[in-house]
Every structure is written in C-alpha cells, then in structure tokens.
C-alpha cells in the first residue's frame, strides 16, 4: 500500500522557468492538498483539490501559480516563470473523503531550487 | 489571527531521558490538534490526534495533552531513541476558512545523541 508519492524530490530552474511538481495521493484519496514550506517556516496552506475541482485555492498565489487534480493522473502543481523566492519544498498530503477530523497523509516533498 | 507557536525551538537530550515540548494556539473556533513528526528530507508523519473533549492521548512512547481553555498542548516522550531525532509540529484544524485547512506551527527540532 504505497503512500503519497511525489516527483521529482528534487528539482533545479533558473529565473524564468516552469516548475511542474507531481503528486500522486494514497489509494483510494481523491482529496489533495497542496502545502509550501519556506526555509526555517511552517508548512503554509496553499490549495484543496478534489478530482477535476479546484475548492479552495486561498493560498496559492495568484500570479504564476496554478494546481489541477484530473480525473486521470496526479496532480499537478505549476509555477510559471520560477523566481528565487520560490525556493522551498514542497508538500503534497491525501485524504480520503474530506470531512472534518480526518487525517491528512503527506509525501515526501518536492524541494524546488531556483537559481 | 490564526496561529501556532511552539517551544522550544531546538532541543538536545540523551538517549534514555524523557523531554516534554510545548504548543501554543490561538487559532478559533477549534476543531482539533495534531502532532506530527518530520524527519529530515521526509513529509510529516502523524503521531497523534485531539479533539476538544480529549485531554491525553498516546501512542506508544508519545503522550499529547490538550488544555482547550488555555489553547495549550504539550507532547511527551519518554526514554527517547536516537530515532526520535526529528522535527516535532503542532498542526491545529479550526478558525473560519475550513477545518482541513491545517495551520502548523514552526516545530521543535530534537536532537538526541547516544
């Protein structure tokens, strides 16, 4: 029974870039979240997907960033134009339905370098 | 404004002793408490899991407390092993905005050595 996976763990861009950051939730999860962790910060909230909806994306930047989950495939984190700032890991967690209470599981992260 | 802060930031024990580390919250209205584990270089890990009507739970050598009143949690571990060596973070679910939106702290990164 894998558990979240994530690809690439490591991933090098130069300014300008696009960052394409895979998560693949546990079986059976059709919830996904997406966090950041800037250096010596906490996990920030960035965007819930359900499959093939976006519901809610309040912390994920507006300008470069986006997030889709379809309904075949991982989902995919996109960060168009790579700037320095977006230097971080990043973390993907599942669930399995959603509701409240339940126990987000977390990959092991996609740490980004923009040079 | 939702937040977690933990204590102490750092911590060095030896292998055997027990240590306590420390969460603060004011994230409202409450939904539950977590503790997560994070090696380095891996994702969070979840040890344990407190709604608001639970003061203790355990799970093995780790033991969470919750005061809801004064919105304090605390974790023990007893006779700790070199494997306990990680980050410790308190993930707190509530405020306005969503219950899986979770809200973590900075964590206490413990360091322990034979």
């Known amino acids: 029974n894998a558990g979240v996976m994530q690809n690439p763990r490591h991933l090098v861009r130069r300014r300008g870039q696009e960052a394409r950051l895979r998560c693949s939730p546990m079986?059976?999860?059709?919830?996904v979240y997406w966090y950041r962790q800037l250096p010596e910060e906490g996990l920030k909230f960035m965007v819930y997907?359900?499959?093939?909806?976006?519901?809610?994306e309040s912390g994920m930047p507006k300008e470069r960033f986006s997030a889709e989950f379809p309904k075949e495939g991982p989902s995919i984190l996109r960060i168009q134009q790579v700037v320095r700032g977006d230097s971080a890991a990043y973390f993907c967690?599942?669930?399995?339905?959603?509701?409240?209470?339940?126990?987000?599981?977390f990959g092991p992260g996609t740490r980004l370098l923009v040079l | 404004k939702n937040q977690v802060e933990q204590s102490p930031q750092s911590l060095i024990i030896l292998e055997g002793k027990n240590c306590t580390l420390q969460?603060?919250?004011?994230?409202?209205?409450?939904?539950?408490l977590r503790w997560y584990k994070q090696d380095t270089g891996r994702g969070p890990v979840s040890l344990t899991i407190?709604?608001?009507?639970?003061n203790t739970k355990s799970n093995g050598r780790y033991t969470a407390t919750l005061d809801a009143d004064t919105k304090q949690s605390s974790l023990h571990i007893t006779a700790s092993q070199l494997s306990d060596s990680a980050s410790y973070i308190c993930?707190?679910?509530?405020?306005?905005?969503?219950?899986?939106?979770?809200?973590f702290g900075t964590g206490t990164r413990l360091k322990v050595l034979a």
């Open positions: 969460c603060n919250y004011t994230v409202s209205p409450f939904s539950n």
């Open positions: 079986k059976g999860h059709s919830h």
């Open positions: 997907l359900q499959k093939e909806n976006i519901i809610d």
């Open positions: 967690a599942s669930s399995p339905t959603g509701v409240s209470q339940e126990t987000q599981y």
């Open positions: 993930v707190v679910s509530g405020g306005l905005s969503g219950t899986y939106k979770y809200i």
């Open positions: 407190m709604t608001f009507s639970e």
